[in-house]
């Protein structure tokens, strides 16, 4: 209850910064917070986490994530956290068919796999232009891209790589998987909770909600309800509009 409270008093970027910092001061580190932040917002909003994360903390985000993680899984979140994605929403073909073809020969296509090429297409281009990528590859190598990233990493790194890619695909029903895996099962995942309702409770909860209906057949309502009690629940159900 009290997170909740707290986490509906913050300005958002400042919540999605403190969230950061919380994710990785003490002994080890919460990497799926790191990964649902910087995979999924955009680069004004990231730009901002960083400058925030600067004067409030007083600590640069980069160099805390560097010294938080490691190997492929730190490049790919030093690389979101520049903020450099391509924002133009125009698609070019000729370049998802390039990409695709990359990213076949860096993974499916050989022994071993070549991260930095995933990481760079991953982590600089549009989300259209990775649907049309995701398409592509398709027709290149017989199967999905998800599939193959899952086939070719694992950890953290894959968890990454899949965040970027089901936002490119569909972000709504990215967020709402994640609230599904934070009350399926015994237990909740409070934390991961609080954080989508309220991160998104202004942008695009609203799709979400249907997502999650879609997805679960069940309202995102029902499940909170039955997941959880008291004043926290009745809050939690105030911000989704049960």
Known sequence: MEELILALFMPSTYYDAWSLRNAMKGAGTQERVLIE????????????IVRCYQSEF??????????????HFERLLVSM????????????????QEDAQRLYQA???KLGTDESCFNMILATRSFPQLRATMEAYSRVANRDLLSSVAREFSGSVES??????????????????RLHRSMKGAGTDDSTLVRIVVTRSEIDLVQIKQMFCQMY??????????????????LLLAIVGQ
């Open 160 to 177: 990454g790589l899949k965040a970027i890619l089901q936002c490119a695909l569909n972000r709504q029903a990215f967020f709402a998987e």
């Open 58 to 71: 007083g600590r640069d985000l980069e160099k805390d994530i560097r010294s938080d993680t490691s190997g």
């Open 37 to 48: 932040i910087l995979c999924t917002r955009t680069n004004r909003e990231i730009q901002e």
């Open 107 to 109: 993974g499916e296509g």
């Open 81 to 96: 956290c520049q903020g450099n994605r391509d924002e133009n929403q125009n698609v070019n073909h000729q370049m998802a």
């Open 217 to 234: 057949q069940k309202t995102l309502g029902t499940m909170i309800a039955s997941d959880t009690s008291g004043d926290y629940r009745k």
